[in-house]
């Protein structure tokens, strides 16, 4: 082909994304240049140790001179799949500030610092994309900015973290217990050794406030979301589930309501006939709703090498379409509103509480009375028929601020028919 | 806000879609500006009957002079919602070819004459989108185009045909035959006065073909798609789908083989397990497989007023963007490589084959014969213990050519002791 316009790459970071995403460009150069207009070279590759052996790698690209990057005048895209927050954030806003495009998978920090990132790519009218950082290999961040971009969205809910979506499948149909299931999960790789990011919900709650963000037009940063992960889900929760029809999810959830924004990340059980109760093992998906499009839901494959290149190189190819037609810098920081963030407080969910009780009369005239107490309505009890001196007692509330169910669960602690509260789930 | 640039729109229709588009255009007039950097202002609407009163809509817009608006000068994006092949072809080319951006809904036209758009696209160097023609709210055009262009796709497998997937749930889930379940559909408006197009599995051949030239990068035709309805689909088939932990759902399917792309529409039975299983109602699903990202869904609205206006004006407002940047003609036809159609008779596939037989010893084996004589292996029957002269025997095939399939039925169908072949439904 004549005419051949060559845009130089550099890539931060040769970990198992950014293997991915040089292989993938490898995969797909010949293609690049009649999708896009433009063929890709990868000039230079960022690593820590340029001793390491990388198979299939050219080491002639190999540096540890971040500098040799960011100060190549020829580079015109970078890509960050390092991860964490610095030094990437000193390198992605060095790097936009010279005019280079930056493709991004860093939720952490994009999750906290976007609106500095935009600034900086304003200044550098650079693209700044970062298609991978929620949900992997899963459209979800072009559709929100422009595909849904007719639309009022006002809620977004999600699972986004595969690594605790594995596990609870696996607690789900297996039968497995918390702890089998994370050891599983680790065998196989889909949890770190280090899972407090993923069991936690820390990583789900990043990708919350970057959808939120998106969606919104408002900024919502990771210490906006409230988050709580899935270790204290135990095998009698499954087996309630189960029998009210439910599965257990780590969901992410973003509203925008008339009184501000909620956000937050929690295992929720949801019905079974729910479209997110159908992704199972380490899938993704993202329900988003919107005033005029209605229900729309994303799924598939939220982590892992080509799943997250993938994102990454249909950013990377739309940039390079940008540089040929001289219009980088065209979708910038969206989020011209200021909305409240309400305090999680504040916020209305349904609950399923399970709760040891002395099994003797008048118990649950008791409790019912504390809860309403409260303001909770209490819409479904389930009593176990024992005959021990202890009962199950499992009672599922109506919509309440989460202010009055902790109030509530104060005093019912305190009190010496209740030996323990075991579980307190939402409930979609 | 200072310094305002507003683009003026000319719309071609103003039945379900344009009626929402007009709405949703008013509805979101002030954030376009913050969204897009312009503000929208619609100049012309063309509609055949200009005595009709419309509710809602300025009638000083309304003309039914066509000319009126491919010859302003001062507009710049052209909606075209009438649907059908003429007159939009000859209004959105000459529309194109002036320059001006066109944003499409028009499935049959685009599945026709896509490429021919594409060049009088390229003449004008304009945009050209159509994001609402297939899957209606659901985001697939961009997604497919942009988000998934580092893959190879490979499949591409949905259901984008509303009205009868409502219409086998109903059969499905409230046991009603087809013709009860259409009555139903028609009733509630998701059913035309005339069913053809949607029941023979027309309307989803034309998605067919749009979303596998997309992907595949080679064109595929609406005449290059085998299409077959829904119409033969009886209860004694659910009943057996129910029986084998299936769903039938009419899909549309299209595979990039190395030795050519296959593209077609039927009824499916499919896993109850499968992500588009659980797709009920008028629901629409795309199910994509890419080399790198692997299974992808993407769900939602195909169809309805705003649903569909959601994907067109999200296509107005990337088109606005594009003009603000100077940018209008990025992304044009990338049907670069020209890959053969495989014959139909080639293609592979399962076969639930159910059939009215005598019932007495020998039968069995000489129908397995038949199907043995043609290549085809049989993977499971079902023999009803009937003690009757007739019974029903229903057998499973593996992937077979389709003319293996049909040359043994050829066979069966003049065997004495084959009385009927009740129903021939591909399986997944």
């Not at 950014?18 to 690593?47: D, F, H, W």
């Not at 390198?91 to 990132?117: C, F, P, Q, R």
């Not at 950082?133 to 961040?141: L, N, T």
């Not at 789900?172 to 069991?199: C, H, I, N, Q, S």
């Amino acid at each position: 082909m004549t005419d051949t316009k060559t845009i130089k790459v550099g890539l931060l970071g040769l970990g198992t994304v950014g293997t991915g995403v040089y292989k993938l460009i490898g995969r797909r150069s010949e293609e690049m240049q009649q999708k896009t207009g433009a063929a890709l070279e990868i000039k230079k590759i960022l690593v820590h140790n340029m001793k390491k052996v990388r198979q299939g790698v050219d080491q002639n690209l190999l540096t540890d001179q971040w500098k040799e990057i960011i100060e190549d005048d020829e580079i015109q895209i970078v890509i960050e799949v390092m991860g964490g927050i610095e030094p990437a954030k000193t390198m992605i806003t060095e790097a936009l500030k010279a005019g280079k495009n930056v493709v991004s998978a860093n939720k952490d920090l994009i999750a906290e610092y976007g609106k500095e990132l935009y600034d900086a790519a304003k200044e550098g009218s650079a693209d700044f994309l970062f298609e991978a950082a929620v949900a992997g290999g899963i459209p979800i961040i072009r559709p929100l900015k422009q595909c849904l971009e007719g639309n009022q969205i006002d809620e977004i809910m999600g699972i986004v973290n595969g690594t605790t979506n594995y596990i609870l499948t696996k607690m789900f149909e297996d039968g497995m217990d918390f702890t089998e299931a994370l050891a599983k999960a680790t065998e196989l790789g889909y949890a770190e050794a280090d899972p407090t990011a993923d069991v936690e919900g820390l990583d789900a709650g990043r990708k919350v406030a970057i959808m939120a963000t998106s969606a919104f037009h408002s900024q919502v940063k990771f210490s906006d979301v409230y988050t709580e992960g899935i270790t204290k889900i135990t095998a009698a929760d499954v087996n309630y589930a189960k029998e009210m029809g439910n599965v257990i999810k780590l969901i992410g959830i973003a509203r925008n309501t008339s009184n501000g924004i909620e956000a937050g990340v929690y295992p929720m059980m949801i019905d079974k006939k729910h479209p997110l109760a159908t992704v199972r093992d380490s899938f993704n998906a993202v329900f988003v709703h919107g005033d005029a499009v209605g229900d729309t839901m994303f799924y598939g494959r939220g982590a892992g090498e080509l799943p997250t290149a993938s994102a990454v190189v249909g950013d990377v190819m739309d940039v390079t379409r940008n540089i040929v037609w001289n219009c980088t810098g065209r979708i910038g920081w969206s989020a011209y509103k200021e909305l409240p963030i309400k305090e999680f407080a504040d916020v209305k969910n349904r609950f399923f509480i399970r709760m040891q009780v002395s099994n003797e009369p008048g118990v649950l005239a008791a409790i019912a009375k504390v809860f309403g107490d409260h303001k909770v309505s209490i819409e479904r009890v389930i009593q176990e028929q024992a005959k021990a001196a202890k009962a199950e007692l499992v009672i599922g509330t109506s919509a309440v601020k989460e202010y009055h169910l902790q109030d509530a669960l104060e005093e019912l602690k305190e009190m010496p028919i209740v030996s323990e509260i075991s579980s307190i789930i939402r409930e979609y």
